[in-house]
């Protein structure tokens, strides 16, 4: 019978062995990863084939049916994407700082792996083996717990990056696949904190507060991006037109498409035109402050609620600010700690704007859609953190590792 | 009538302010803490008179009663700790790493502080002035939540940093003191998700259990220190004898204490003499395994619960192994991430101690004792932790802030 903690033991036990595997190995043992990926790519399409087939049975949605699906592009896609990571540079057994105190005692920071990491997420089989990825290249046991529409193929995708494992002489521990899909496992694994260092979950909002509110364990926390774009009196109105329709209309589904347009009364003043004018041919449903209302065709008046809101969708909030701090007031009202974005020529006022903002991405003249592990240079991206503690903002391969004190000395003791 | 609630939306409002303040500005605030509570020494004293009063009254502890007591000289240490704190680098704004994209983008990884931190702790009035400092150094607002015995003594401390604080300006909200002791305002603390970003606790493990198993706000976690000495077959046996010394009688009663002895088969053929001496010596009680139980006078044979027990006192569990690999093995079982020692002159033994072992302080040929912030080197030290997420070991002002992306564009938008 399945036993989640029966799982979280052998992972803890392999978290041990990982943790002081060497770059080598390590980069060795993802690469066959992404090797042992292509040569099964027929069997994981046949147990993918399975998932798809029990979603349509129970009407999934087109959309999910579309993370759902694996192809043989998308199972190259993954194995490259190992592949990447495989070749970054190693995260752990780093020397951070290094001191001498008076007493000749040597003190070191040194990364090191933070142990068995959690990985809760919803049907995405492309996160089983990111996720896996990321946290082997850190020196991390993870344990998997992706949502019961895709268990055929994580299972199939867990068995290729296990067959890599067993290929370098590593136990499959490090990579512990949960293969019963009951909630309840779910729930015990929660309670383990004894045995696992972080839960990271990624999915829906429900999902994230239900862990967060049920974890004994540290659990790293991204509800929503209510991503804001400031129009500053001194922006260059065309950056500004790019970067608002940019980060609305790219892509407006993610958490880093914008949210909210905050601007200065004299750019109302002068380019408010154009700016509806973009808006508007990009099918953009409008929300707008008193002052600015008149100025949109069919604008609905924004509420509370929609300073509020993620939209993701063609949809933006729009609020008229007299001056820079009261921008800031309302960017720190409604902030959800994802990203802020300045467009401005002025220089004091970007500084002011990067001093007063601690969103974890502040951006100056830049569109909030390169909020984004990968687009920030951090290669993959196990997620995104909007709480504060341990890790804010993207976060990549270092982010799940932690750092010990070394301390060399001769014979020291205290007095 | 007190709210808990009403006192965490100051501190949030407060945090914004203090979060910008000049290094400057938070300097010369500290140094006028440190002298408004000179002047108001005899006030403090009286203060804490009540509070003895009623610790008298209520049959505390002689132990309690020492740290609760405020005396002239206590008061001078407590000030010269914020001026210390004062003069330390501004740990703020600080740009920890910097690269620019392909694209143009610079990125930069600028340290914040963490916003509101909520301190939860046992009667000692020290701490009140100390955290304080630190969280208020590190651009932090702070709600301090005391023992009630400490009461008066806190609310007068309070005042002092207030005064303080008010001269230069700043909301007393920064500093916000829960002046009403009833527990059911600590449950309502920990719920507040909105507006506070971390909890500290610091006390017995009780409080600190409770803390962690009742809070939605992310917790500092420091539950006890097994510390480990392991006495390889090519150490020093008077370097060994010294740090083992030094690390069990110096002060028993404190984390960074020695509990177990782990010591290599051929140094109990050679020295086990001089090393039971050295114990019975100090009367130090002994929990020895069975290949060293003879060896020892009145030894009792130490049990399963003996290698998990933080004893805070003059007793020790002592462990012969047959290797270095069964020494590690040892540890890893009953670690409790806190400190550990080897004694060795042999480097590569030393360096895979190191490698093997990842709990927050290792030290080669030093006493555990030194695992402490201000021996360390960090100044102040606002407590320790042993759970591996966002600190890890002893926190100074550092370990209360976090990073931030800075992201400077020049118009650039996603394809």
Known sequence: MFSIKRLAEQAKQASFEVSSLSAEKKQRTLNDMANAL???????????????????????SDAMIDRLRLTPDRIKDIAQAIEQIASQDDPVGKIKHAYQLENGLNVQKVSIPLGVIAMIYESRPNVTADAAALCFKAGNAIILKGGKEALHSNIAIGKSLHQALKENGISEG???IVSDPDRKHMAELLQLNQLVDLIIPRGGEGLIRYVSENSRIPVIQHYKGVCHLYIDKDSDINKAINILVNGKVQRPGVCNALETLVIHK????????????????????IHACEKTLNHFNNAKLATDADYDAEYLALEIAVKQVDSFDEAVEHIL????????VIVTENEKTASRFIKKINSSVVMVNASSRFSDGGQLGLGAEIGISTSKLHAYGPMGVESLTTEKFVVLGDGQIRE
Chains 1, 2 share one sequence.
């Open 266 to 285: 004299d750019m109302v003043e002068k380019h408010i035109k154009e700016i509806a004018d973009s808006l508007e041919k990009n099918h953009v449903s």
């Open 333 to 340: 009202k409604y902030t959800s700690n994802h990203t802020e």
């Open 38 to 60: 292509r040569e099964n790519q027929l069997t994981i399409i046949q147990q993918n084939e399975v998932d798809l087939c029990n979603a349509k049975d129970n009407q999934l």
């Open 174 to 176: 490090a990579i512990a």
